[in-house]
């Protein structure tokens, strides 16, 4: 993975409307970036409004900018800026897993800016697990995710969702729903719902069955 340094920041165009702007130790930002913008065009997810992804140097610095301490939690996102951890952080640091995590991080701004402003975007409270399922299944991360299996099984003992504190499950149970709906209904299928639940459904009503029936049945 290129670790040469860029001048920084560094604004990029891209594919996908607003410009990108790298701040910090970047340049596997960079590399990234068209793959992971494809990814994001190939849903019809657009950057409305410039973006800056900054490279923070280090744990502290991270939660210093963001207030995350999760000591799992490598990125984080908020309306038009992500933080990331350097990959020399991630367990894995391969280009395509940089392809893959720029794309979700971006996914993610791409579904708040869609919302209108960043006032706008925090008043509709998106849940997490439809922003972590879609930008996972975006971001074609399943192989990262525990797998479907496993995921269902500790769904039938009635496990509870928490992205913080047992995000191996939460992930996993998201990307699978959302990978299931993206296999039964097409790639559009993933921008309605966020626009269902945005507009005030409930999850499982704008899903239309509840998760363990889209685990089991993949249609149902
Ligand atoms: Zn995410």
Redesign the pocket.
């Known amino acids: 993975m290129g670790t040469a340094p860029i001048a920084t920041p560094c604004t990029i165009p891209t594919s996908i409307g607003a410009d990108v702007v790298v701040v910090g130790a970047g340049s596997f930002v960079v590399d990234a970036l068209p793959a992971a913008t494809a990814r994001l065009a190939a849903f019809g997810l657009r950057l409305a409004v410039p973006s800056t992804i900054v490279i923070d140097d280090d744990v502290s610095s991270f939660v210093a900018a963001t207030g995350q301490t999760t000591p799992t939690r490598r990125?984080w996102?908020t309306w038009n800026t992500v933080h990331l951890l350097p990959p020399s952080t991630w367990a894995d640091n391969t280009p395509a897993a940089a392809d893959k995590r720029i794309a979700?991080?971006l996914c993610?701004l791409a579904l708040w800016q869609a919302l209108g402003t960043k006032a706008q975007a925090e008043a509709a409270h998106l849940p997490r697990f439809v922003?972590?399922g879609v930008?996972?299944v975006v971001a074609d991360q399943g192989s990262s995710r525990l797998p479907k299996d496993q995921v269902l099984a500790l769904l039938q003992t009635g496990r509870r969702l928490d992205f913080d504190d047992d995000s191996a499950f939460a992930y996993g149970l998201a990307h699978h729903v959302f990978a299931a709906l993206l296999a039964c209904r097409g790639p559009r299928e993933l921008q309605r719902i966020v626009d269902v639940v945005a507009a005030g459904a409930a999850v499982q009503e704008a899903l239309g069955s509840s998760p363990s029936r889209w685990l089991e049945e993949g249609c149902p």
């Open positions: 990125a996102s979700h991080e993610h922003v972590e930008c996972s």
